[in-house]
């Protein structure tokens, strides 16, 4: 399943992207649609719907479908991990998986993708134990999107 796997030069837009669709989400119990989440992104419709749609499958989100459809969280922003977030994306290699591609053809490249392949294992481990520490409703209180600032943006795009 090739076409479903994110690259890892794609993985950290999308996690950043998924990240900042959430904080949105976590203002208000609201169901938001994709094209005002990406207006106040300033992303792409599509790609977000991509990610978006990554999320839905995790069950961090919901959707609905239908001329008011669109997105909300499915759980409270205190409960979501940006762990959660990150498992929600990953789709087959770790981040770090590339070092496995330099290896060439000599006696030493077995013991030097068993060492790669170790590292890999051990950075991919520190990520998710430093995102278990945040969580949505963190970093919404961290940043200076406030719901206002979000109403405001909805309510000028439906025009």
């Known amino acids: ?25 976590s203002q208000k119990p609201e169901v938001y649609p994709s094209a005002a989440i990406a207006d106040c992104l300033k992303s792409e419709a599509t790609q977000l719907r991509k990610v978006l749609a ?34 929600a994306l990953k789709v087959g290699e770790p981040l770090c998986s590339g070092m496995l591609d330099t290896i060439g053809c000599r006696a030493s490249s077995l013991q030097m993708e068993s060492a790669f392949v170790d590292i890999a294992t051990e950075i991919e481990e520190k990520i998710r134990e430093s995102l278990e520490q945040h969580t949505i409703a963190q970093l919404a209180e961290r940043t200076l999107l406030h719901a206002s600032q979000i109403d405001d943006k909805f309510t000028n795009s439906a025009d």
Do not use: C, H
Request: charged share 25%.
């Open 1 to 25: 399943m090739k076409s479903d796997r994110l690259t890892s030069s794609a993985q950290p837009k999308w996690f950043g992207l998924a990240l900042q669709a959430l904080v949105i989400l």
């Open 54 to 87: 990554k999320l839905a499958t995790a069950k961090l989100i919901e959707t609905r479908e239908g001329r008011d459809g669109g997105y909300r969280l499915n759980r409270a922003p205190e409960l979501i991990s940006l762990a959660d977030v990150y498992s």
